[in-house]
T-cell receptor, first 110, second 112 residues
Framework: AQRVTQPEKLLSVFKGAPVELKCNYS??????LFWYVQYSRQRLQLLLR??SRESIKGFTADLNKGETSFHLKKPFAQEEDSAMYYC????????????FGGGTRLMVKP | DGGITQSPKYLFRKEGQNVTLSCEQN?????MYWYRQDPGQGLRLIYY???????QKGDIAEGYSVSREKKESFPLTVTSAQKNPTAFYLC???????????FGSGTQLSVL
């Protein structure tokens, strides 16, 4: 069974500080990892996906298959980054079932 | 408005009553999903459907039922067997391959 774990429910940092939101996963087959974000009073939306190897809003995430991790990082946090972040996994061995982690609320203080 | 619509925005259920949450998409997506969002527990998958007339149980399917008679529609029924239905329900759809999910704006279900 596939599973996504986000160990921190709340992460609080000051503006300008580096931020790392942790995500660990277990799976069968070949996984695809995503980070979704939900800003206050907005819909859940895709932030980035590992196959794109992109940087969105200054965030990056590297898939570490050895450690089965997909941590989300940003070198300098901004107040507008405050939101709920979800790590998600889809595996070709689980049909198209997309599994989410429990989410981490990021609070960036001025 | 994102191409995926959930209604109603707020729904109240009486004890022993079944209620149905609507989810419609005009994105021509094959796959559709229902998630339940509880504070501190993130998103949990209830049911998902990859094609019309087919659906699979997710992690917390007990007390729920779905149908997929049309590609555009994936309604979720919260039955009286669901003892703790109060939650925020999110519907999502996805196109072919491993494309991103598009989410609806959600339905808040509460028990009277």
């Amino acid at each position: 069974a596939q599973r996504v774990t986000q160990p921190e429910k709340l992460l609080s940092v000051f503006k300008g500080a580096p931020v790392e939101l942790k995500c660990n996963y277990s799976y069968s087959g070949s996984p695809e990892l995503f980070w979704y974000v939900q800003y206050s009073r907005q819909r859940l939306q895709l932030l980035l996906r590992h196959i794109s190897r992109e940087s969105i809003k200054g965030f990056t995430a590297d898939l570490n298959k050895g450690e089965t991790s997909f941590h989300l990082k940003k070198p300098f946090a901004q107040e507008e980054d405050s939101a709920m972040y979800y790590c998600a996994l889809i595996s070709d061995n689980a049909g198209n079932m997309l599994t989410f982690g429990g989410g981490t609320r990021l609070m960036v203080k001025p | 408005d994102g191409g995926i619509t959930q209604s109603p925005k707020y729904l109240f259920r009486k004890e022993g009553q079944n209620v149905t949450l609507s989810c419609e998409q005009n994105l021509n997506h094959d796959a559709m999903y229902w998630y339940r969002q509880d504070p501190g527990q993130g998103l949990r998958l209830i049911y998902y459907s990859q094609i019309v007339n087919d659906f699979q149980k997710g992690d917390i399917a007990e007390g729920y039922s779905v149908s997929r008679e049309k590609k555009e529609s994936f309604p979720l029924t919260v039955t009286s067997a669901q003892k703790n239905p109060t939650a925020f329900y999110l519907c999502a759809s996805r196109g072919v391959g491993l494309e991103k999910l598009f989410f609806g704006s959600g339905t808040q279900l509460s028990v009277l």
